[in-house]
Structure formats: C-alpha cells, structure tokens
C-alpha cells in the first residue's frame, strides 16, 4: 500500500509538471502540525480545502482518466459569500490536488455568484458547465462554460459563453427561486434536457428544458415534476437506476430495464423519489410522491445536503458527494478558519426490492486502511460495554455485524413507521434507554470516562406480525461544549432481523461520522465537536444497553491514514527575447 501511494503521489507531480503546475503545501502545513492543538475538528481523508468557506459540490465527472470536483467556495472567509467554482482533481477519488478556481464571478449574468450546476459530457468527451448565476439585478439566471483547451486533461482553463445567460427567468418565473440545473441528458429525439430547480407559489418544481445546441433552450410549458407539499427544490438531480443490476447506467441510457430516481434538495434534507420515465413524452410516472403517506426516503438521515451525483465510466458506476455543512456557528467557524466538508463518495445501485437506493463508501477509501482489530462471535450480555482497543478511534473504518438469539423478546410497540418519526423515537429512546433487544451497538469519538460519546445503535421493536428495526446516531452527550447542535437523527431500516444479521459500518474522521446500516439501506451522517476525545484520547466500545444479550458476529475496526490533499498554483511561463 506504501508503494502504491508514492506511485500516485509521482505519477501526479509529472502529470502537473506537464501542465505548468507546482505544488504549494504552505497552507496546508500549517493545518497540519496545528491539527492536534489548534484544529482537532480538520478531517485527515474527507475532502476540504485547506481554508475558508466550501458548499454544495458541483459537475463531478471523470475526464481522460482524472475525477474532477468543483464546489462553492468564498475565497476570502469562512462564511457563505463571493461564490466561485473552486477546482480539485484525483486519480482515486482519495487524494487530490486543489487547482485555480474554473469559475469567478466577474461577468454581468454572475456578477454576484458563481453559483451550483452541473457538468455534462458532450458526444465527442467534451464537457460543458451549466450553473446558475446572480447577476447584476441579483436575478438567477443560467449560464454556459466550455473548457479552452480539450487536450488538457486537467481542464485548468474555463471560457464563459458570450450567449450567456443562455436561460433567464422570463414569463413569470420567480427570479429568485430559479437554480441549479442538472447534467442535461439526450433523449431519442436528439435533443438535450436539463431540469432546473424552481418553486411556484410555495411548491416545487423540476423545470424542462430543451436544446439542439446546448445553448439555445426552451422551456416545457409543463415540468418534469411538482409537489404542492414541498417548498423550494434545491439542487435537483435526475438519472436512470438498472433493475436487478450491480452496475450505475449512463445519464442519458434509456434503457427498459431502469428505474428513474429524481432527488431535490428542501427542509435541510435530500429527498428522492423513484420512478418510470419515458423520453419520448418527457413523462415521469413516480412510485410514491414526496412526503406521501409512508414515504421518506432519504440519501441520508443526518447532515447531508445538496448532493450531485455523475456517472463514472471507468468503473461503470454512480457516484454521489454531497456538502456536510457545520454544526457550530458561524463564530466558531471564523475563529478555525474554516467551514463544510464533502461526504465520502459513494455509490449508488437500486435495492433488490426496487423500493429504496443502496449507498456504500467506494472501494478506494478501503487503501487508507492501516492498523486492524478483528473480532469473531463476542457475547455481548445486556448492559455491557466491551472497549475495542488497537486502533486510532479518532480517524477510523469500523464494520459490525450482530446477530440478535432473543430477536422474540424485543418489547412490543403498536407503530407503523410510515406514521412514526424515527428521529423522535430515537430523541425518546436514546442510547441511555434500557429496552428489550435494543438499544446496541458503537460508541465512537467517546472519552475514556464516556462523559463524551456519539452513539450509532439500533433498537428492535415487535409491531403486529412483524419486527421493526430502528438505527439511531445520538449526538446527545457527543460533546461538553455547550454551542455545537446535539439533534439525533434516526431512520428504519427495511430488513428482516430474523434471517439477516444487524449490520453497520461507519467512518470516523475528528468530526464527522458518516454511519451506513443495513448494508447501505439506511445511512446518517452526523458532525459532532468532542473537547476530551480528540486525537488519541478518542475511544471506541461496543455496547448493549439492551435487557437481553446480543452477539457481535464479527467485527472490524482500522485506523485510517490521512489522504494526500495539496494545493497547486500555477507555474510562471518564462518568455526569452
């Protein structure tokens, strides 16, 4: 693993060298040997640049063999404000290199923010960026960016289109609740769609636009889709899902044996929705609507907002980043110097029942892996705590599986969980609450005296002829500070406990905890800020709280190495006489 990471680290500094780029590590030297005293909460491998404000992550793609990211940045502080794209590169999706900002807001349509959008590869492996800018009235308008060299596969230079705004928000369109477009998709008839996110007196929408060009568009006089019991939709995202496939599918494949997932951003969350499209029509027939009845599905339970997701062609997969916002305030985040991170990339495949997405970590972070602790068949009696020992506890890989012998004496609980709120049943029931089969599992970023500890658990709940399993992470004694949000957050995972053991694995990197159960079926992330379990005074233990004994069918924990994430700034060209 060592050799394969001084590979990486070379092959990377020649392809740079070739782009007139050199490194430039001051920034984030400095962060570093600051990391234990001064900036405990610096992630050591999720993605964040080495100062100042980050958001919403924007047009991810692989291009010519390199992943490209784009985000929100402000460039001059650690609050939200002078939008530009920034721009970071990888070969693996774990190591990067910040470049030059792709977009500053300088012209009249972005004059006051560069704001979110997309990415879309144009036949030919062209790419173009669609975003949405704050022009000059502070109108949201859309605009067009194409790269000014193909050949270079690190796509450092971006040239706005002279058409720009090439989508303004004419015929009665709310100028400011117009953003955010989508990776458009060609459908048979030639044409490229792209949605855009809108609200109309109060309800959101997905606007459909078409193009020939992919700079002169028009606007279907009926949307792709509307809900008259969401506010605004924020960071729209639209792409084919394969049935009973192990593989993500190209945006614009329209093949029959997919499904359609259509995600937008609103209250705080990222919602989807999985349905039945037809490209001829530009008709989307859902499965279940948002907020209906019974539905809510999520990517992620916790702290998890505006998420893009691309199509990796390399390894024919689909990705999705998303920003992990603070839960500090905006004090506290001048005063580090910093604020948001990105999630760890994950893919995304449909659930065998095609009710519900899986999410898993992808399989590169598994080379950060260092030291490992492994157990096999533990007993864990009721109301016990068992540390596990031998590894950084502050930047980890834990997965755990359980298998529950006395699944029949979970404590009875006439609720349905399309009408309960697993959040509030986890505020009611937390980590601390003695029930039957339940509460068990991890406590991580907890203090030698557990005085601090974030606590990722389920709780099993008999239900008429049936189990029903709760995963909580309870942030509530996560810290001793008294400014951080302390909120739980709680989900129901749709497996049988009876013929499928309890699963969960997260990762732990300072202050982030990005928890997936279920194999993937029900994922929380959550931000937490401990003062006593940082760095090596972090601990992890396997618990049960639970009146009746659980078993630990295996367990795995690693240490995680740091990933290699630097600055490059462009090298000076020197012209002779």
Not at 70 to 99: C, E, K, M, R, T
Request: aromatic share 12%; net charge negative; hydrophobic share 35%.
């Amino acid at each position: 693993m060592k050799i394969k990471s001084v590979i990486w680290v070379v092959d990377f500094c020649i392809l740079l060298l070739f782009n007139g780029i050199q490194f430039s590590h001051g920034d984030d030297r400095k962060l570093q040997s600051a990391s234990s005293e001064q900036q405990p909460y610096r992630t050591a491998y999720h993605f964040q640049p080495p100062k100042n404000w980050m958001n919403d992550p924007n047009g991810p793609m692989y291009y010519k063999g390199i992943y490209h990211l784009f985000y929100q940045y402000n460039p001059y502080a650690a609050v939200w404000g002078n939008i530009s794209w920034a721009h970071s590169i990888s070969y693996d999706l774990v190591n990067w290199i910040h470049l030059d900002h792709a977009l500053n807001p300088e012209d009249p349509s972005d004059i006051n923010g560069c704001w979110s959008g997309s990415t879309t590869l144009l036949p030919g492996e062209k790419p173009v960026i669609l975003y949405t800018g704050s022009d000059t009235k502070n109108q949201q308008v859309q605009n067009l960016a194409v790269p000014k060299n193909l050949s270079d596969p690190l796509l450092m230079e971006w040239v706005k289109s002279s058409h720009n705004p090439v989508m303004a928000p004419i015929d009665g369109l709310d100028p400011d609740n117009f953003r955010d477009p989508t990776t458009a998709w060609q459908g048979p008839d030639g044409l490229w769609r792209v949605l855009i996110g809108n609200q109309m007196n109060g309800h959101g929408r997905a606007l459909l636009y078409r193009s020939k060009d992919f700079v002169t568009w028009s606007r279907s006089m009926v949307p792709l889709h509307s809900s008259n019991k969401t506010g605004m939709w924020e960071c729209p995202d639209f792409y084919p899902v394969a049935i009973d496939g192990k593989y993500g599918v190209e945006t614009s494949s329209m093949d029959e044996v997919t499904k359609h997932v259509l995600k937008a951003s609103f209250n705080n969350h990222d919602y989807y929705i999985l349905g039945n499209y037809t490209p001829t029509t530009d008709e989307f027939s859902v499965d279940t609507d948002f907020m209906d009845s019974g539905s809510d599905l999520r990517y992620d339970y916790g702290q998890f907002y505006a998420s893009k997701s691309f199509f990796d062609s390399s390894k024919k997969r689909r990705i999705l980043w998303s920003w992990i916002q603070e839960s500090e305030n905006a004090t506290d985040d001048i005063k580090k110097g910093w604020s948001g991170l990105q999630s760890i990339p994950r893919t995304i495949l449909l659930s065998e029942s095609g009710k519900q997405l899986i999410q898993w970590p992808v399989e590169e972070i598994e080379q950060l892996r260092a030291e490992n602790v492994s157990l096999q068949s533990k007993e864990l009696k009721g109301g016990s705590l068992l540390e596990v020992s031998g590894i950084t506890a502050s930047q980890a890989d834990i997965e755990v599986s359980f298998d529950l012998s006395n699944i029949n004496e979970a404590e009875p609980e006439l609720m349905d969980p399309s009408w309960i709120d697993p959040q509030i049943l986890c505020s009611q029931k937390p980590a601390s609450f003695r029930g039957n089969v339940g509460p068990f599992g991890i406590l991580v970023l907890a203090s030698k005296d557990l005085t601090e500890r974030t606590a990722i658990f389920f709780h099993i709940f008999r239900s008429h002829d049936k189990y029903v399993v709760l995963m909580c992470s309870d942030k509530s004694r996560s810290s001793l500070r008294e400014g951080p949000n302390k909120v739980s957050y709680g989900a129901f995972i749709d497996i049988d406990p009876q013929i499928e053991k309890i699963s969960l694995r997260s990762l732990i990197d300072h202050s982030i905890v990005e928890s997936f159960g279920g194999e993937g079926k029900a994922c929380i992330t959550a931000r937490v800020y401990p003062m006593l379990a940082i760095d090596k005074q972090a601990y992890l233990y396997a618990f049960n709280n639970g009146k009746f004994d659980v078993t630990i069918a295996s367990l795995n924990a690693w240490s995680m190495k740091k990933a290699h994430i630097a600055s490059a700034s462009r090298r000076r060209k020197l012209h002779l006489n």
